[in-house]
């Protein structure tokens, strides 16, 4: 029996990634982020939805570029901190010690330490509500050498993204695999 | 060093969440999707991108409506079928012997075995490239009682939703819990 508990915004997983932008005197600010995903596979894009308060948005409104960076486990707790404070009073990268590098293909910087990066420039800008999004193009994705796995792919399990749960306001960690898409579900094909 | 892999659509975590729509004459039909996430806090919003070309699209530009319906893992081989084969030809609630349930709230069915479903109205459609987004309002979240954990919410662990690896096409598990958000990240604060 399924229970009502009201509209909210419960999804699972949710990603925890992190925004890298430029201010307008460029100086590099991040901030964390869990309303997002992937939205178009041609050209390859990604949305990233933001409240107009933040500071994030008018460096995004400004430059028209951003990188997503995805921290591996153990920068929990620095994604954590870069979602509770805003780049206007405070310096990010110099309070967690993390390093800034200023990406080659777009006008935003992105997390040194953090395992993967997607390099986005904005196409689209769409009005919902409380939060804004942005559409980006995905211009490259870099990953550290150290995650690259089989296929010449960032491995998952390397990487170890964050899984974020809304509401419980929780972090999970991700698991073992659980089997190859487009393959497993082979089986009913004999059903029909 | 990071390694350049071009312009792809590789994040993590990326969703595996099934999206059910009803066609033009009432049939339920349901298709697996990964482009999409919580898109907007006020109205609650989540977004879904489709390709033109889908049946689903046909439905959802008809019916106004979608549920998303968030697989446990135990359904993985369900939720891989569901993403392969069309609804124009296949009964694909009838090959797996899953349930549709008509929602009380919007003009579509869900998925009655799978744990937790959100029901929506669609707001806004955003034409990106291949894909168009569909951004529908949370009307209501439901949950199975079973699942239901701490804070009448419900427990990741219990859900045990499935994670997707695009580009190397795999499917993995959550894992165990990592720490509270808004709340890790607090130490930081006596660096400053």
Request: with cysteine; aromatic share 10%.
């Amino acid at each position: 029996m399924k229970k009502s508990l009201g509209p909210k915004t419960l999804a699972y997983p949710t990603p925890v990634w992190v925004l890298g932008s430029y201010d307008k005197d460029g100086r590099p600010d991040v901030m964390t982020f869990s309303w997002g995903g992937i939205c178009c596979s041609k050209p390859p894009c990604v949305s990233v939805s933001l409240r107009q308060a933040t500071y994030t948005y008018g460096n995004i409104i400004e430059r028209k570029a951003f990188t997503i960076n995805i921290p591996s486990e153990k920068y929990a707790r620095e994604a954590d901190y870069f979602g509770m404070v805003s780049g206007r009073t405070i310096d990010k990268f110099s309070v967690t010690g993390l390093t800034p590098v200023k990406s080659d293909l777009v006008d935003a910087p992105y997390v040194k330490e953090f395992p993967m990066v997607l390099e986005c420039k904005v196409i689209k800008i769409v009005e919902i509500g409380l939060h804004t999004q942005f559409i980006g193009e995905i211009i490259d994705v870099k990953a550290d050498d150290s995650v690259i796995g089989d296929k010449d792919l960032p491995d998952i399990a390397k990487v170890s993204p964050i899984v974020f749960c809304p509401e419980g306001r929780t972090y999970w960690r991700i698991g073992g695999p659980l089997g190859e898409a487009f393959s497993i579900g082979r089986s009913f094909n004999d059903v029909k």
